[in-house]
């Protein structure tokens, strides 16, 4: 039995294809809506195959991707989209994904991605075949959503806790750590964002889907 791991935020996209992938009698599902689920899961069952959504907010595809790489060895993992590839694939490739499918590929061809990728076969699709061929793939710039920038889950927690308005002393207490630290762990946090002050921060941090935009 093949076990596949489907990480999309939207519903009913990933209730049809879960329903979709287990009309195989060989695949058996399991679908979570989150990045911070499917670490959860990862850490207890191990997948043959993953699959995550590119855009998610808190952690999107190529985030998930890095922090699965780092507690795994070696997993194989598909990023699937309905968004072009082009401007993130360079990242996603460092990152370790083994392949990408598009929400709009037929049942057909998205079975035959999973199966080529546990043979170890990589399947990209055409255009962005020819994009590579000309060396033409950009990196991702900083109007990117997803360029690169790896904020592990205390730097979350501490920007979820500063859009709050939780001050130092209340961060070192709620993270039991120095006021020392917490000041640290700032300084770090705005170096990652290119940032300079909390309101940048948070502002940035939303802007990049690291923590969700809401009322606090």
């Not at 195989?24 to 599902?29: N, P, T």
């Not at 507690?71 to 401007?87: H, R």
């Not at 990152?95 to 043979?119: L, N, P, W, Y």
């Not at 961060?171 to 940032?195: A, D, H």
Request: aromatic letters at 6%; a negative charge.
């Amino acid at each position: 039995m093949m076990k596949l791991l489907l990480v999309d935020d939207h519903p009913s996209v990933r209730e049809g294809t879960k329903v979709m992938f287990e009309e195989e009698r060989d695949f058996a599902v399991s679908a979570v809506s989150s990045g911070m689920e499917a670490l959860e899961l990862v850490k207890i069952i191990d997948f043959d195959v993953m699959l995550f959504d590119l855009h998610m907010p808190v952690i999107n595809g190529l985030e998930l991707t890095k922090r699965i790489m780092s507690i795994k060895p070696n997993p194989l993992i598909i990023i699937y989209t309905g968004f072009e590839i082009e401007p993130y694939f360079n990242k996603l490739v460092e990152a370790g994904v083994s392949g990408f499918v598009s929400k709009t590929a037929t049942r057909e061809q998205m079975i035959e991605a999973i199966r080529c990728t546990v043979r170890n076969e990589t399947v990209i699709p055409i255009p962005l075949f020819k994009q590579l061929r000309r060396n033409s793939v950009r990196l991702c710039t900083r109007e990117d959503q997803l360029e690169e920038v790896s904020i592990n889950e205390r730097e979350q927690q501490i920007l979820l806790e500063i859009a709050k308005g939780r001050s130092n002393k209340e961060l070192s207490e709620i993270l039991l750590m120095s006021q020392r630290n917490v000041e640290y762990q700032l300084t770090r946090i705005f170096g990652k964002l290119q940032v300079r002050s909390r309101a940048e921060a948070i502002s940035e941090a939303i802007k990049r889907g690291i923590i969700p935009e809401q009322s606090w």
